[in-house]
């Protein structure tokens, strides 16, 4: 059974920094395209960052390029999301989700029904 667990959301003020985890277990790691999206109150979930299973790059939506680091640690089954520089439209549930068909790592990013497992999210709220 595919488990993604979130952890490391809370309260910061603009400007701070938060790093999320996401422990993944039930299969194997290299095989799936993992990433991050979000959700915002009243708004449409969408793609902040993930690491493609197909070309094995990382991939960023254009509003945390600069921001926000992905990294991933095999040996773990962990991934991370390092958030810096945050501002008060970062607030959103973050979720970590998971898919094992290989498809284009931007089409995952733009599409985030198209990932088939899911963790519960952890909540991100910044202050102003």
């Known amino acids: 059974e595919v488990q993604l667990v979130e952890s490391g959301g809370g309260l910061v003020q603009a400007g701070g920094s938060l790093r999320l985890s996401c422990a993944a277990s039930?299969?194997?790691?290299?095989?799936?395209?993992i990433g991050w999206f979000r959700q915002a109150p009243g708004k449409e979930r969408e793609g902040v960052s993930l690491?493609?299973?197909?070309?094995?790059?990382?991939y960023y939506t254009d509003s945390v390029k600069g921001r926000f680091t992905f990294s991933s640690d095999n040996a773990k089954n962990t991934v991370y999301l390092q958030m810096n520089s945050l501002k008060p439209e970062d607030t959103a549930v973050y979720f970590c989700?998971?898919?094992?068909?290989?498809?284009?790592?931007?089409?995952?990013?733009?599409?985030?029904?198209?990932?088939?497992?899911w963790g519960k999210g952890t909540l991100v709220t910044v202050s102003s």
């Open positions: 039930g299969f194997t790691f290299d095989d799936y395209t």
């Open positions: 989700a998971a898919d094992g068909a290989h498809l284009d790592g931007k089409y995952y990013l733009s599409n985030y029904y198209a990932m088939d497992y």
């Open positions: 690491i493609s299973s197909s070309d094995g790059r990382t």
